[in-house]
């Protein structure tokens, strides 16, 4: 199959366990078919609450994830994320810091998601943090010979209205778009290939990337 007949639309948040689940998916699409690949972030958790009444929950879904794919959720996110003094569950940061990155270049952006999520669940990185989300974008800016300075960064998610403007309506074309799919949660992944249209949801993009590249690959 070519890049040029193939439309890819990976619906996420930053911070949906499900999501981090169906990374090594998303990074083998990413380098097979990066220039098909359009990230379509729905904002489903860019509404700021309190992670303290929602620590319990978050981590009992998140060891019903590593149990069903082995996934790893550990302690330091556990004590670091989920149990942080006046801890806040926010994806706007991450959300903003995506759609600068892609402003850059699209490649970045499944990088830094991938990236983000690794330093969330296992290294215990608050990601709800603009600071913390600055430093990783940076890395990750750094890795494609881009020069970005972390404080100006992290400025930038804070006050630039243009972004924030922007990345709002990212998210609310993500949204309409995702009505037309059959399920409303995340992570989904819409394909068009000649013609044809393929929703893909739940474990087959949490089983690797051979299988899904193949499914995919079946349609052309």
Known sequence: MTTHNL????????????????????????????????????????????????????????QRIAALTGQRFTESYRTQVLQAADGVFDSTPLTRALTALAEQHAALEPRLLHAAQLARYIDGVDTSHVEAVARIAVEIAGEANISLNAAEFAARLRNDHTLAETTERRVALAQQAMQALPSGGVPQLLVKSAGKTLVIAGQPLYDGPQQLLAQIASLG
Not at 13 to 34: I, K, M, Q, V
Not at 49 to 60: K, V
């Open 7 to 62: 439309e890819l639309q990976y619906f996420f948040d930053p911070l949906c366990g499900w999501c981090y689940t169906s990374a090594p998916a998303l990074t083998a699409l990413a380098e097979r078919h990066g220039a098909a690949l359009q990230m379509m972030p729905i904002g489903l958790f860019m509404q700021p609450r309190p992670i303290a009444g929602i620590a319990d929950f978050a981590w009992q879904n998140d």
